[in-house]
């Protein structure tokens, strides 16, 4: 099994373990859309408190505030995935993946899971960064404004080898561009060991 193959199992199992969660709590939102929102927030600069992000995870799975006290998994694994989404995004070895079902699903359920999580990217990235995002450079600008097309596409695509090949370049067009604005908007990381400095 070569690096990539176990890469995409293991980002397949992340997909269905949010899925399962937002079954089991009859979530009415979709969970690359959520991903999308906490991806676009920490790349444009903006760390969330826990009790911030268990609220809006809340807010958008459409559950009472009280759901995080009456069940045993969900801030766990959100609190988990939180952790798990900002040091993929902080590392060296760009392996980050926006969470997205793999090619087991149908064309039109992979496209449709990736213009949730585009979507969720721009809101998270406009009520972080505001509006500081009309002072970036250009080509994080162009990159958003491309973003926003992505967010448009239609979701009924047929399966064919030719949208299939499309669907995963403008997949890793988003990775890479999320990405970008996450090196844009952040600090690069200090190394261990280094003083921190209050700010």
């Known amino acids: 099994m070569s690096e990539s193959d176990t890469s995409g199992a293991a980002r397949a199992a992340e997909f269905e373990r949010w899925a399962n969660v937002f079954t089991a709590h009859k979530a009415f939102s979709h969970p690359s859309e ?62 980050f993946q926006p969470l997205l079902p793999d090619d087991d699903y149908a064309i039109e359920q992979r496209l449709e899971a990736l213009i949730a999580w585009v979507r969720g990217f721009l809101e998270g990235m406009a009520l972080a960064a505001g509006a500081s995002l009309g002072q970036a450079p250009d080509e994080i600008r162009e990159l958003i404004e491309d973003m926003v097309a992505i967010s448009q596409l239609s979701e009924d695509e047929e399966s064919d080898d030719e949208s299939e090949q499309q669907l995963l370049e403008i997949t890793e067009y988003v990775r890479l561009g999320a990405l970008a604005v996450f090196t844009e908007f952040n600090e690069p990381e200090k190394p261990a060991g280094a003083t921190p400095t209050l700010h």
């Open 34 to 95: 959520l991903h999308g929102v906490l991806c676009g927030r920490l790349a444009a600069g903006t760390r969330i408190e826990e009790q911030q992000w268990l609220a809006m995870v809340c807010e958008h799975m459409g559950l009472a505030d009280l759901a995080m006290e009456e069940s045993d998994d969900l801030a766990p694994f959100m609190y988990g995935a939180y952790e798990k989404t900002l040091a993929q995004l902080q590392s060296s070895e760009m392996t």
